[in-house]
């Protein structure tokens, strides 16, 4: 797996090596010879491509720009998935199914959905023109008009991204722009011929993703303005007013600080909850790509008592966002791993003297401290694997520090916990890791809300246009954030929640 980002760095290479010595080249030399023949024969202008050809070297040349036409074609459709990937992570774009189809090649994706709604434009611009000049000029105005805002685009990555000087960026904005905008607005007497394609079908898109943005918006507004009080928290007592249940409940919330309103409509709602709480908010940055080491973030609500804590998941807009096979078993070695830092912290005070809302970064992949190990019956080493997920068809046994206390536990395959320091720790400490992995072996749900968004009553009446017909028919016919997650179905625990922003 190390190899994977030196080879893609010599691929990359080699691309660049191969456009600057022959495909560039040979672009230019094709523009000079079409330049060349319609300079002499200006009255051939529709057919100048093929008419310029030599008839020697005709179908072999019709076969390779048939073929780079096909490429061509793959290459936008693999820029509108990953844009559409992009701006789904950035919650700019409904869930839509992103299917991986390379288990090595980062990036390499497919999305159902809109390959279907490509094809179903592509047939309707062809059978509804029918004629290959009006779709030369929405190309036409198309390419010059993202030609153009790239150019305003790198003016803004020279000044904030290079830290170059505005004056440079304004020069290279003058003359590009001034270049580009000449064949732009030259262009523009095309709209009426063809060239509104593009302008109607950027419309629709940027509709679709300012509602989806704009409602996406108002319900985590609602979220973050109508959070529980700790204090209410507090009040309830470390049962939280109702009966603990062994298990670990997984309650999946957008908020990355507080706890959301839709636990208390749980509390209320059900006479029961588990053991051990944990609020998971996966979050995207705006960043490409965190490394695995960076993702996890682990904290703690409420007293050590309440057995509540807050993983946050965060990832780049690059990043593929799905739950692993192995979540479970990161999610609760970096909770242990959490506890004893935690508790080896606060080895000189207090133990109950923790501030609510710290959140510490837990590296996946570092070997000190707490992790998770499995043992087999029959070898007298550990082995440092990942143990199978409770999602799995035949659910593994547990087996922690308190496997001596529990003998009824099978030990052909179980794991336990590895402390350094064993002899020194802390007995709240070791009691609050046995709880964890207790709830760990008696079951681990996945809590969500499946809420409701419609607008209030005396809201405007663009506002009930966006909200309850445009964002709920985008909501409804998109991709649930259960399925987006691969949450198991088996383990899933939905409540209905209305929001009224």
Not at 168 to 187: C, H, P, R, V
Not at 203 to 216: L, S
Not at 342 to 370: A, K, L, W
Not at 466 to 495: M, Q, T, W
Request: proline content about 4%; aromatic content about 12%.
């Amino acid at each position: 797996m190390s190899l994977i980002p030196s080879i893609s760095m010599e691929l990359f290479m080699f691309m660049q090596i191969a456009f600057v010595g022959l495909i560039y080249p040979c672009l230019v030399l094709q523009y000079m010879g079409q330049a060349a023949f319609l300079s002499k024969n200006i009255h051939d202008v529709s057919s100048s491509f093929f008419e310029s050809i030599p008839q020697s070297v005709f179908w072999p040349v019709f076969v390779i720009s048939s073929l780079a036409a096909i490429v061509a074609s793959q290459s936008v459709i693999s820029a509108t998935f990953s844009i559409v990937k992009q701006c789904h992570s950035l919650g700019c774009f409904p869930r839509v199914k992103v299917v991986h189809t390379s288990r090595w090649i980062h990036g390499r994706i497919y999305i159902p959905e809109i390959n279907w709604i490509l094809m179903v434009l592509c047939l309707a611009v062809t059978l509804g023109f029918r004629d290959t000049t009006m779709i030369g000029n929405a190309y036409g105005i198309a390419s010059m008009t993202v030609m153009f805002i790239t150019t305003w685009l790198m003016a803004l990555v020279i000044v904030f991204v290079w830290q170059n000087s505005v004056t440079f960026a304004l020069l290279f904005l003058i003359f590009f722009g001034s270049i580009e905008g000449a064949y732009l607005s030259s262009s523009l007497i095309k709209v009426p011929q063809g060239g509104w394609v593009p302008f109607v079908l950027s419309f629709i898109f940027m509709v679709i993703m300012y509602v989806w943005h704009y409602g996406t918006r108002e319900k985590y507004l609602f979220n973050l303005q109508n959070k529980v009080s700790m204090k209410w928290i507090l009040a309830l007592g470390p049962s939280l007013g109702i009966v603990r249940v062994p298990g670990i409940g997984l309650i999946y919330t957008e908020l990355a600080t507080g706890v959301p309103s839709i636990f208390s409509h749980f509390v209320t709602n059900l006479p029961a909850f588990h053991q051990v709480l944990v609020f998971v908010c996966v979050k995207s940055v705006p960043v490409p790509y965190v490394p695995p080491d960076e993702q996890y973030l682990i904290g703690r609500i409420g007293p050590r008592t309440y057995r509540m804590y807050r993983c946050i998941i965060r990832y780049g807009y690059k990043d593929v966002q799905k739950v692993e096979d192995n979540f479970e078993n990161q999610l609760i070695s970096s909770i242990a791993k959490f506890i004893q830092m935690e508790g080896e912290g606060s080895s000189t005070g207090s133990y109950d003297s923790s501030p609510e809302g710290r959140m510490v970064i837990i590296r996946t992949t570092d070997t000190s401290g707490t992790r998770l190990v499995t043992r087999d019956a029959d070898e007298s080493e550990c082995n440092s694997t990942s143990i199978r997920s409770s999602k799995s068809v035949t659910l593994q046994s547990l087996q922690s520090l308190y496997e001596e206390e529990s003998p009824h536990v099978s030990h052909h395959h179980r794991v336990q916990i590895e402390l350094s320091e064993t002899e020194n720790i802390n007995s709240e400490v070791k009691e609050e890791l046995m709880a964890l992995l207790e709830a760990k072996q008696a079951g681990v749900a996945y809590i969500m809300g499946h809420s409701y968004v419609k607008a209030r009553k005396a809201s405007s009446f663009m506002k009930k246009i966006a909200i309850d017909v445009a964002y709920s028919f985008l909501r409804k016919n998109c991709r649930g954030p259960a399925v987006a997650l691969n949450i198991p179905h088996i383990s899933l625990v939905e409540v209905g929640m209305i929001y009224y922003v």
